[in-house]
């Protein structure tokens, strides 16, 4: 299916402002957790988040969220990858995407996999990010107090999908406390990332669980979201060959593996987002803020902000399983995936439920 002629739908009013920052609350604070733990350059991930913000919201028409891959940003967080086998991940699974969409074979890919599954890997998701978060969180309790004074405060006031993004902003005010503010300054050649030294199997594992969660919640959930919210077809093969065709562009230009997501389209649409030119306008404020991020602002940023933030986000991820139509099998695979690791947890979540619905459809 095609994209409905919307292209040129682009509003600039006070609800699309709004709406940005739905989307925002979902990058930012993974984006930042990520440039803090490992070796990405944070002002060329903010350029090309974006540059893709901007190019799809023209492409669509449509406030079509653009955020992190979020089981590869996990697992990196975590320690599990570097930032070399995340970039070799995100570009194979860019290959793959393109392939499936181009294709128009997405729906096969999905049967396989399985509902059940894809929130497993989703809860597995949360719980590394929840242990890495309390870990950090740990490291000075006061401090983490006041992170979790701040979130209690924001849900009280009934600001609870916002809640990580207060977080972070409070953190990065400590951080210009300490390291003043950072002259501007348009970053130089991208980093290239070691993928000749990065061929492993935390890449192969991190690939296949990024594919379930990219497929369920940024595929197929997406465009049934965008049917709903905006009555407009959006298929969901041609969300796969978008994800594609940006992770292979953006990943050798200093990005991160990146795809669309349901999460941040309801975002922004409950902020007041009604077309594509909240995705410009955020696009504008990445670009802005990518010749402000400086590594002594990010050295000053609190560990122990960044662990309650992370908590934050894994909360919200993981609570997703409560929706899973077995939700004994998703809490499972969550929980090898903690024991042992995400791809083992993935493959046998896949065999485990086929093995189910086999035998439900015998009886």
């Known amino acids: 299916m095609a994209v409905r002629a919307r292209h040129s739908r682009l509003e600039f009013t006070s609800n699309e402002v709004t709406g940005a920052i739905g989307d925002s ?28 913000q901007i190019v799809w919201g023209l492409r669509y028409g449509l406030p079509i969220s653009v955020e ?7 697992l990196a967080i975590a320690g599990a990858m570097t930032y070399g086998e995340i970039a070799l991940a995100g570009l194979l699974l860019g290959v793959v995407l393109l392939a499936i969409g181009v294709t128009g074979t997405l729906a096969s890919v999905e049967r396989w996999i399985g509902e ?62 300490v390291a003043g503010v950072p002259s501007p300054r348009w970053p130089g050649p991208p980093p290239v990332p070691p993928l000749g030294e990065s061929v492993s199997r935390a890449v192969l594992d991190g690939a296949f669980a990024q594919l379930a969660m990219t497929i ?23 969300l796969a060959t978008s994800m594609g065709a940006t992770n292979l562009l953006a990943i050798p230009a200093g990005g991160i593996p990146m795809c669309h997501g349901c999460d941040g389209v309801a975002g922004k649409y409950t902020f007041g987002a009604r077309s594509g030119g909240a995705n410009v306008i955020l696009g504008g404020f990445y670009l802005a803020a990518a010749v402000f991020a400086s590594a002594t602002l990010l050295e000053a940023f609190p560990l122990a902000m960044l662990g309650v933030l992370l908590v934050v986000v894994a909360v919200t991820l993981g609570s997703s399983v409560r ?12 929980l090898l995936a903690l024991a042992t690791n995400i791809g083992l947890a993935f493959v046998v979540g896949i065999v485990a439920h086929l093995g189910y619905r086999r035998v439900s459809n015998e009886d």
């Open 25 to 52: 609350i979902t990058v930012l604070p993974l984006v930042v957790a990520l440039a803090l733990v490992t070796s990405i350059s944070l002002p060329h991930v903010m350029i090309a988040f974006g540059v893709f």
């Open 68 to 74: 992190p891959m979020k089981a590869l940003a996990a």
């Open 116 to 177: 059940p599954v894809i929130r497993g890997v989703q809860f597995a998701v949360g719980l590394l990010l929840l242990e890495t978060g309390v870990h950090l969180a740990l490291e000075d309790v006061v401090l983490a107090g006041v992170g979790v004074a701040i979130v209690a405060a924001a849900v009280v006031l009934g600001y609870r999908r916002s809640s990580a993004l207060v977080v972070l902003i409070v953190g990065l005010g400590l951080a210009l406390a």
């Open 216 to 238: 369920g919640n940024a595929a197929l959930a997406t465009s049934l979201l965008v049917a709903d919210l905006f009555d407009e077809t959006v298929s969901p093969d041609e």
């Open 323 to 334: 929706q899973s139509e077995h939700l004994l099998l998703s809490v499972g695979i969550g």
